[in-house]
């Protein structure tokens, strides 16, 4: 069984002063003073009643211009989800779906495009091909009303 002086390692060194030596015991002491003093002070909080609380007045500051251009958007990420169609199809049916399946969409072919961006509808626009790639021209924004309505 090892020496108690022999656990306390480097703490109890001779060379080390009293001050930069904390002992366990000495900060669940510290621990308990600081416990103590915040109960007195809200027990005396409690006898002098109740304080009228106020803010200070925050004014509004007039919006810099200086920086503001799209440059602050770079690194903003959001989620792009152009949608085709809809359709309601049974658990059973889609583990039936294979290779050359045609599944039916609730729109025709011509029919406008949806654009959504993180979840809410904002724009209608037409398939294309460029490139060899599908894309997407935006034909129309969707308005105040409709957007909330999306």
Excluded: W
């Amino acid at each position: 069984m090892a020496d108690e002086s022999e656990v306390q390692g480097d703490a109890a060194a001779p060379d080390s002063s009293p001050d930069e030596v904390k002992r366990p015991a000495d900060d669940v002491e510290y621990l308990l003073q600081q416990a103590e003093d915040a109960l007195k002070s809200v027990e005396q909080a409690d006898d002098a009643g109740p304080r009228e609380f106020s803010l200070p007045e925050l004014g509004a500051a007039a919006p810099s211009t200086e920086h503001a251009s799209l440059e602050l958007l770079r690194d903003v990420e959001l989620d792009l989800r152009i949608e085709l169609g809809r359709t309601r199809m049974h658990l059973e049916d889609v583990l039936q779906l294979g290779k050359g399946a045609v599944v039916p969409l609730d729109k025709l072919a011509g029919d406008p495009v949806d654009v959504f961006v993180n979840g809410r509808l904002i724009a209608r626009g037409e398939v294309l091909v460029l490139n060899d790639s599908f894309c997407v021209r935006v034909t129309e924004l969707v308005s105040g009303h409709e957007f909330s309505a999306g």
